[in-house]
């Protein structure tokens, strides 16, 4: 079956512009993350949605940031008024509890010009 | 606070050399550990994780608790080995992971 999806795969945005990233998880996963990836920083958790839970945000570096999944399937994750320190690959994963590996998308590359 | 230290950026061996991988961690409970992959141009997988006990092309990680660490190995290391390298750390099922900032692995023929 097809593996998680995000698009766009690039974005190259100028400073203070708003940008939508969207992420398809694996059909049935419950469980979807958002994390990013910056050069020399590893990989940083965002946000986290489970089931009909509310979403755990505890790793949005802003509230600039934010994310909605929309019928337990789709999400998306918004930033507002971006800055160059957004730069980085914005990667999405999801899980299936309670097997617990999470599967990634191929990222989508962010760049804040 | 969970914490996951990768402390090689960059390590590079020789094809037929062993590597070793090192990862610590801090963290209060009994968590699950995890070695995730980067092959170029590829999306982050997973290699192995410790519940498991698996070896997975070669490659085995065992959990001390003790030493609160979870390195990476392999006996004989190939090209195709060749990565970035990412140790990550559950605190719980179906939770976010916390990652070490990663360590490229070059083999060099």
């Known amino acids: 079956g097809a593996g998680v999806s995000q698009s766009p795969s690039n974005k190259v945005t100028e400073k203070g512009k708003d940008v939508e990233l969207r992420c398809d998880p694996i059909?049935?996963?419950?469980?979807l993350y958002w994390y990013r990836q910056s050069l020399g920083q590893g990989l940083e958790f965002l946000i986290y949605?489970?089931?009909?839970?509310?979403?755990?945000k505890s790793g949005l570096p802003s509230d600039r940031f934010s994310a909605e999944r929309t019928g337990g399937s789709v999400s998306t994750l918004t930033i507002q008024r971006t800055q160059q320190e957004d730069s980085a690959v914005y990667l999405c994963?999801?899980?299936?509890?309670?097997?617990?590996?999470?599967?990634f998308g191929p990222g989508t590359r962010l760049t804040v010009t | 606070a969970q914490r996951v230290t990768q402390p090689e950026k960059l390590l590079s061996v020789f094809k037929g050399a062993p590597v070793e991988l090192k990862c610590n961690y801090s963290?209060?409970?009994?968590?699950?550990l995890f070695w995730y992959v980067q092959y170029s141009r590829q999306r982050l997988q997973l290699l192995l994780r410790h519940i498991s006990r698996e070896s997975i092309k070669g490659f085995t990680a065992d959990l001390n608790k003790g030493e609160t660490s979870f390195h990476l190995k392999k006996p004989f290391a190939q090209e195709e080995d060749s990565a970035m390298y990412y140790c990550?750390?559950?605190?719980?099922?179906?939770?976010?992971?916390?990652f070490g900032k990663g360590t490229r692995l070059s083999v060099i023929a």
């Open positions: 990550a750390l559950e605190d719980s099922g179906n939770t976010p992971l916390v």
């Open positions: 963290y209060s409970g009994s968590p699950e």
């Open positions: 994963a999801s899980s299936q509890p309670p097997l617990d590996e999470q599967y």
């Open positions: 949605f489970q089931g009909n839970s509310a979403p755990d």
């Open positions: 059909s049935g996963h419950t469980a």
